[in-house]
């Protein structure tokens, strides 16, 4: 009974203890207070304390803690951490290990939601091994403890844009670990983006800048401009409005010069000066013109090529013949067996027949021009003097021909340089004229639709930078 006794009071003093140690743990100083002031939430971002709940009972265990994808070091009773968050959903993660004489061992984490403003608590307590957070009593959580470490939201991995072949860093909220709602979000390829992100989506609310100073408002696909958009440089004048694919700019209007002209069709750039478009245009009448001109020496030089070309192959055939048909009319002028093979068929019969006969009809045409080698050469070599001559005389005519053909062409072309200037200007001032119909059909049409994609281009560049988007 005594000894009972005894152990009551001990239970009943070390009570006592632990009421006067959490007392003095809660007790928040001046100090304290100021720190929390200085630390409160940034407009749209939330703090986070994390600490090591204080216990007589064991002792001080090391252990590694990290948010989603960012470590932290191991903090003790006496400390915390003070991290700056952006609103949305994270993951703590916590490793708590004992020495090896002991047997506990804590592993686990937490999913905790922010809101903007929020100052929330995450504490871990080993002995038990749990965690635990709460949004109220931060004074007396973090009192008597001292600050190990503030870290900002620039610290913090932000979520997630989703397919983006480009690495991003996201500046805002996020939605289970993807970006939702506004931020900044700066690409590995120069581009940042700067609005809302629907789940992880960019959108028309928000602008992509380029390193250049240029920025894109509509739509996308993944962060490349992609459907309706408007792209304008960093004084607020539209380069192109209309539709985009793949980045670039693929059918609709650009302000050049201060003009509106349809500087892209089907994603090829066009050219839209009248003055140009009028010379080029000219320049292909012309070229059309001249080759209607007469070209005799054109026509008298394909005969020479035909000559050329006879004379060639009857030299070819003559050596040919020369080699081949002493051995082949053999059987046709002296008595031969010929046979057929033991497998032929009738119809394969037939056919051997009939290359038999017109080999002894080539021979016999072979030895009727002529009775030796030297009677057939010298029949070659009348055929080739006589064609020698027509040549001779066609390249005098080809020669006469060409004189007359570049006379003519001459005169076509100083014709029509006459006439050049007049054309120029009168095909000019159609096109100038065709500008400035569709220009005025297209503006007829952007009334009161000013800030459709389509017709962004007709804003001044002040109205375009306070565009918050170019609707549909």
């Known amino acids: 009974m005594t000894y009972i006794l005894s152990l009551c009071r001990r239970v009943a003093m070390l009570l006592v203890l632990l009421i006067i140690f959490s007392s003095s743990a809660f007790a928040a100083s001046e100090k304290d207070i100021d720190l929390i002031s200085q630390y409160d939430p940034a407009p749209g971002k939330a703090h986070l304390y994390i600490l090591k709940r204080s216990n007589l009972l064991f002792q001080d265990i090391a252990l590694t803690l990290s948010i989603d994808k960012y470590d932290l070091d191991n903090i003790s009773t006496s400390e915390y951490y003070l991290i700056e968050m952006w609103p949305g959903t994270y993951t703590v993660y916590v490793n708590n290990f004992y020495p090896a004489d002991r047997k506990y061992y804590l592993k686990s984490n937490r999913n905790i939601s922010l ?102 408002k509509g739509e996308y696909i993944g962060a490349e401009p992609y459907g309706k958009g408007m792209l304008s440089d960093k004084d607020g004048n539209v380069i192109f409005s209309g539709d985009f694919r793949d980045g670039s700019p693929f059918n609709g209007l650009s302000n050049v010069g201060g003009k509106v002209v349809n500087k892209y069709n089907y994603g090829r750039a066009v050219e839209t000066n009248p003055e140009i478009l009028a010379q080029k245009k000219i320049d ?30 009857a030299q070819v055939k003559f050596n040919k013949q020369e080699l081949e048909f002493p051995k082949q009319c053999h059987c046709t002028f002296n008595f031969c067996l010929d046979s057929y093979n033991s497998e032929d068929t009738y119809e394969e019969r037939q056919a051997t027949k009939r290359l038999w006969a017109a080999r002894d009809q080539a021979c016999r045409e072979w030895r009727s021009s002529g009775g030796s080698l030297a009677a057939r050469q010298a029949q070659l070599d009348s055929k080739l003097a006589e064609a020698d001559e027509k040549l001779a005389s066609l390249n005098q005519e080809f020669e006469q021909a060409k004189e007359r053909d570049q006379l003519a062409r001459q005169q076509k072309l100083t014709e029509l340089a006459s006439s050049r200037t007049e054309r120029v200007a009168a095909h000019q001032k159609k096109i100038e004229q065709e500008q400035a119909e569709n220009l005025r059909k297209n503006k007829e049409a952007c009334v009161g639709r000013e800030t459709y994609c389509g017709c962004a281009v007709y804003l001044q560049p002040e109205q375009v930078k306070k565009m918050v988007t170019c609707e549909k």
């Open 284 to 313: 292909e009448d012309d070229k059309k013109e001249i080759a209607k001109v007469v070209q005799t020496a054109t026509k008298v030089k394909t005969s020479i090529n035909i000559i050329e070309s006879e004379k060639d192959d």
């Open 115 to 216: 809101k903007a403003g929020d100052s929330v608590v995450f504490g871990i307590n080993p002995k038990h091994e749990s965690t635990y957070y709460f949004k109220s009593e931060v004074e007396k959580s973090i009192a008597k403890r001292e600050l190990k470490q503030f870290i900002p939201a620039t610290e913090i991995p932000g979520a997630t844009l989703r397919g983006y072949n480009q690495s991003n860093k996201w500046m805002g909220p996020n939605k289970n670990g993807i970006a939702d709602g506004v931020g900044s979000a700066q690409f590995s390829n120069g581009l940042a983006y700067i609005g809302r992100v629907d789940y992880g989506d960019l959108t028309t609310e928000g602008r992509l800048q380029y390193p250049n100073g240029d920025f894109y």
